[in-house]
Structures are given as structure tokens and as C-alpha cells.
């Protein structure tokens, strides 16, 4: 974990509400991988006083950059938004425990709205593997779905959108396969009832599955403990809490009390 002023070399608008935002950050992209998130602070000072935390969508080690890719949805990711290239801010990372790696072939990767671009540097690792990789991405429209180019370039790709706009119409979890599918690992981040169902999916067909699971977080890194979520001891029965910014925020989906 390393804090630095990064620079921005781009934050740009993709979509209706997205943008991506790149940063060089060679400290922290030497150590980031698939699944891993980051600390960012919006702006110079104490406003906002709290970072927001952002999955990682690119790692490019070579030239030392990381790319974000956000939503704005508040106060913090607006400041975010209007921030240029060639300005600094605070980044705190890499953090959490990101994608556990499959030794297998046949992997399903399942992303929903904010949750598609965290997917991404998962589908280079697998593609690089030699996997033989599905990436199925819903949103609300076309101009939702962030870094659907890229994915299609990785993946057999399938879209669902809930207007009809591009590809399936109606949620990306009313397509999930009826008959069971021998997938040697299944991949998901995305909102709370997607990832609800694909859990309850998985098990039904007895697939493992992770999922990315997003809570709001104060520091990032286990002291404030505003992230702990509900899980099942292993082989116990029994229940705790473990932190979605230390212990996660990657989990087998069969641990989740959903």
C-alpha cells in the first residue's frame, strides 16, 4: 500500500454519467492487480475530508498508469469530474484483495452498471491465461455500459440492457443459462441484487463463483470498520463480519450472507 500525488494525464466523460479517469501512478501500479481498488481524494484538502474508493480498470505497469473508471453519483465523484489533466491528486493503494485466478478454462464473467469496469483488467489476465472467457454485461442503456469495446475484444460478449438499446432486452440476469454449464469459475461485481441472484444461480448449478462486493468506506484499509459485512464461518455454520476494504472486497459467493 503506497500514498502519492499522482498526476492526472486524463479524465474524460464516457457514456451519460461515466468518465475515465487516468492517472500516473508507477508506485502503485507496479504491485495493483485484477479486483483491487483504490483510495482517491477529489480534491487538494479536507473537502471532501473522506477519499472515495474506485475499483481499478487498467494496470499498465510498463508505463507506470492506472485508469478508474467512476460514476458520478454525489458531491465527491462531481469534484472528480472536474478535475484536468495535469493536476494532482491523492491516491492511496493498491487496497482490498482482488480476483482469485482460476486454474480452469471455461470462465463466465458477469458485470452490471458501475460494476462492468472493475471486470476489465480480469478479462486481460484470463485472455493472457488462455482461458476460453463469456463476459455477459448489463446496464440501463447503451450509453451505460462502460468499456464494452474492449471487453469484446477479450470475450464471447453478450449485452442486456433494460431499454432494448443494445443487445438483449431486459435485465442481464434474466439470461443467464436455464440448463447447467460446466464453467470452471464464475466472476461477478455489480449491484447488490445482481450479484443476489448470480450467487443464488451458481449455487443451484453447483458453479463457484466470487463476487466484488462494494460497501461505503471511511480509510479503506480496516480501521474505521464502516465496511464489515455479514459472512458464513467456513465449515462452521456459524456467522461474523469480515471487512469489505481488507478481507474483500473479493468473496466466494457461498460465504455472502445475502
Keep these: 500500500m503506497v500514498i502519492q500525488e499522482a ?25 495493483a492487480r485484477p479486483g483491487q481498488f483504490l483510495m482517491i481524494g477529489p480534491m487538494p484538502g479536507m473537502e471532501p475530508f473522506l477519499k472515495r474508493p474506485l475499483g481499478v480498470n487498467v494496470i499498465d505497469m510498463a508505463r507506470g498508469q492506472i485508469r478508474v473508471v467512476y460514476r458520478v453519483v454525489g458531491h465527491g465523484t462531481r469534484l472528480l469530474s472536474e478535475r484536468r489533466a495535469g493536476e494532482y491528486l491523492q491516491v492511496l493503494g493498491p487496497l482490498g484483495n482482488g480476483w482469485r485466478l482460476t486454474q480452469g478454462r471455461h470462465v ?5 452498471g458501475a460494476g462492468i469496469a472493475p471486470l476489465l483488467p480480469l478479462a486481460v489476465e484470463l485472455a493472457r491465461s488462455g482461458a476460453d472467457c463469456e463476459a455477459m454485461l448489463g446496464a440501463s442503456s447503451a450509453q451505460e455500459v462502460p468499456c464494452v469495446e474492449e471487453f469484446a475484444t477479450l470475450a464471447r460478449l453478450s449485452v442486456a440492457t433494460l431499454d432494448g438499446s443494445r443487445g ?72 461474523t463480519y469480515k471487512r469489505v476494504c481488507c478481507e474483500g472486497p473479493v468473496f466466494d459467493s457461498r460465504e455472502v450472507m445475502w
Design 7 to 31: 498526476q492526472i494525464l486524463a479524465n474524460e466523460r464516457i457514456g451519460l454519467r461515466y468518465y475515465a479517469m487516468t492517472v500516473s501512478a508507477p508506485q502503485i501500479s507496479v504491485s
Design 108 to 112: 463466465l464473467l458477469i458485470g452490471g
Design 168 to 239: 438483449a432486452l431486459g435485465q442481464v440476469s434474466s439470461w443467464l443459462p436455464s440448463q447447467p454449464i460446466a464453467y470452471d469459475m464464475v466472476y461477478c461485481c455489480g449491484p447488490h441484487p445482481l450479484m443476489r441472484k448470480v450467487a443464488a444461480w451458481a449455487k443451484r448449478h453447483d458453479l463457484p463463483c466470487q463476487v466484488s462486493l462494494e460497501e461505503h468506506m471511511g480509510c479503506g484499509f480496516g480501521v474505521c470498520m464502516g465496511c464489515a459485512c455479514e459472512v458464513k464461518e467456513p465449515n462452521r455454520g456459524e456467522t
